[in-house]
């Protein structure tokens, strides 16, 4: 499992900062699901092949800070929810009442900390350091966050015990990994109880869990799936309520662990942010995605119809997606996801020998041709795979950094096309070989 990176310190130190410098331009999923503050932010990263998460508590007021909670209720919940945690401190303000505050807070916790200097560029290293060592916290990292300076390296250190990403594995011995992800309530407690208890459906003990989604093994017509449940059906009744707040960070790292996410809606409701938010970052992660509109039932015609245009339009970005309308509850067409995830699978991981590729390139070429650029026409000599759930295509050439994006783009749908993918994102790269 990815590690969990908690950011703390007072306001103004430079936590988004780091955050954005983090997690690059990927989407944040910004918490506001019920019994989560509205402040947290959770985002995904990568640093030397090594995922992990990081979440930013970048809205504590100043008013949060009194003397007897240095720390607001946000910071405590994501500190519990991190491996490891961040303290942020200001080389340039120095060492602040707060920020001993804050470190006595921490060291009571338990958890792994790093005291991380920040704002460090234009101060000699020392100096700035220095005073912060009466905090008497671990390990100690200087950095500034809005340059990108010693970031990179502090991470490193950091995660240092932690294993790189692995790649995926083509067959993996669990077969296809579905993620069931949502809102609360939209009902996927009741698919997956309904995917699972489907005729014909056999379900293999379940290997140990962990404090994140729950890891369900099943064959259904000599397929093998894993599903990962995120609802936690099979934990339910048997642990607290504080498991369930923890949705984001089971969410994001279901869908890092996926093959294939299926995203539930409700029917009833109108698709609000939060939802556009999760697929954002489902997109942007790269996994393969099947919508399930549910609650399908009890609707009349013209509701029906209306929803029809209204989701036509809403997710007309990702046409390449399939929407299934489901009823989980009275399980209405609930089995006509698996040949949607079973496609959207082999589209995510399928494999392309570089010459079909290569002709498939030249065909394109052919059809429409790259633009000239200073005079010079734009080559694209060959094609080749460079990996899989999402596919990335990479293409040879020249001048290849001036390809405009309406280009890559129509590339793009033509390998789509040609090669019958469906449900998934997929990824072109340009290298330049003259
Ligand atoms: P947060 O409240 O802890 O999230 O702090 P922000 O990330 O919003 O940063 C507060 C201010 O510090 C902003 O004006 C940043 O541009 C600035 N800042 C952040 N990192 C650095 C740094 O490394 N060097 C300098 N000089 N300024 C920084
Ligand atoms: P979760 O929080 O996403 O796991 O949602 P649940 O599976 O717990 O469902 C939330 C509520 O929606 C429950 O009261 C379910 O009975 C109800 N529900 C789930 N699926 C359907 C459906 O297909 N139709 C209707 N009418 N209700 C449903």
Known sequence: MKPVIALVGRPNVGKSTLFNQLTKSRDALVADLPGLTRDRKYGDACIENKSFIVIDTGGIG?????????MAEQSQQAIMEADIVLFLVDARAGLMPADVQIADQLRMRGKPIHLIVNKIDGLQEEVGMAEFHRLGLGETHAIAASHGRGVTLMMERILAEFPEDEPFEEDPEGGIRIAIIGRPNVGKSTLVNRLLGEERVVVYDMPGTTRDSIYIPFERQGQRYTLIDTAG???????????????????????????????????????????????????????????????????????KLTLRNAMQHRFDFIPYVKIHLISAKFGTAVGDLYPSI??????????????????????????????????RRIKLRYCHMGGHNPPLFIIHGNQTESVPAVYKRYL???FRKILKLSGTPVRIEFKTSE
């Open 62 to 70: 100043e008013s949060d800070l009194g003397i007897d909670a240095p």
């Open 233 to 303: 059906v099979r934990r339910r009744g048997r642990v607290d309520e504080t498991v369930e707040k923890f949705s984001v960070i089971k969410t994001l790292q279901a869908v890092k662990d996926a093959n294939v996410v299926v995203m539930v809606m409700d029917a009833h409701e109108s698709i609000v942010d939060q939802d556009l938010n999760l697929l954002g970052f489902v997109l942007e992660t790269g996994r393969a995605l099947v919508i399930a509109i549910n609650k399908w039932d009890g609707m009349t015609e013209y509701e």
């Open 342 to 375: 079973q496609r959207a699978y082999e589209s995510a991981m399928i494999r392309v020998p570089t010459n079909r590729l290569t002709t498939l390139l030249e065909d394109a070429v052919q059809q429409h041709q790259p633009p000239l650029v200073g005079g």
């Open 412 to 414: 793009e749908n033509i």
